[in-house]
Structures are given as structure tokens and as C-alpha cells.
């Protein structure tokens, strides 16, 4: 059955990084389009990236600062968020677009 497992969320202040991973199986990862999606408290989820195959693209929040990378070997999808904002607090979700399936989320809070 098709799993996806998201890590690597945590707290951090302002400015720091973090890297979350999403591992995939059960499926033939390479031919998917995957995302990355986050909802904040009381807000509508929205989308933080999407892989088109190896093309990326970001949403406007974080283009410059967010960097979304896949490991078809590893079956992986990995996101650095650099320069990270109070505004990026959020539950993030990995996404296979085209089986519209979820991952479980995993927290990020940013703040002093």
C-alpha cells in the first residue's frame, strides 16, 4: 500500500533553516508529480512547491528561500527552507498530486 512519511519539522527561530523529508513507498516514484503543502493555524492548506517531473515550481511566499529537491532512487522529496519566517509556521504536507494522497504532516514553528 502506498505510504508517505514526512520528517525533519521541529522549532527554530527566525532566520534558521530546516529540511524536511518525505519517504515514499508502494509506489513507482519516478513517474509522480509530488508537492509540498502546508496549512496554517485557521488558514486553508495551500501549496509551498510542486515537482513537474524535475521541474519545480514555488509558491510566491517562499521563492528564493524554499528549495524542493526528489530522489527517485531513494524515493524521496525533500524541501530546505532557508531564512525561515514566523509566517512559515505551519503543519507541512507531502503530496503525491496525480493519486491525491496525503502524507500525515509534520509541524514547523518558527518563532523566538
Known amino acids: 500500500q502506498v505510504q508517505l512519511v514526512e520528517s525533519g519539522g521541529g522549532l527554530v527561530q527566525p532566520g534558521e533553516s530546516l529540511r524536511l523529508s518525505c519517504k515514499a513507498s508502494g509506489i513507482d516514484f519516478r513517474i509522480h508529480n509530488l508537492a509540498w503543502h502546508r496549512q496554517a493555524p485557521g488558514a486553508q492548506r495551500e501549496l509551498v512547491a510542486i515537482m513537474t517531473g524535475r521541474k519545480a515550481e514555488y509558491a510566491d511566499s517562499v521563492k528564493g528561500r524554499f528549495t524542493v529537491t526528489r530522489d527517485n532512487t531513494a524515493a524521496t522529496l525533500d524541501l530546505q527552507m532557508n531564512s525561515l519566517k514566523p509566517e512559515d509556521t505551519a503543519v507541512y504536507y507531502c503530496?503525491?498530486?496525480?493519486?491525491?494522497?496525503w502524507g500525515q504532516g509534520t509541524q514547523v514553528t518558527v518563532s523566538s
Open positions: 503530496h503525491i498530486v496525480d493519486l491525491n494522497f
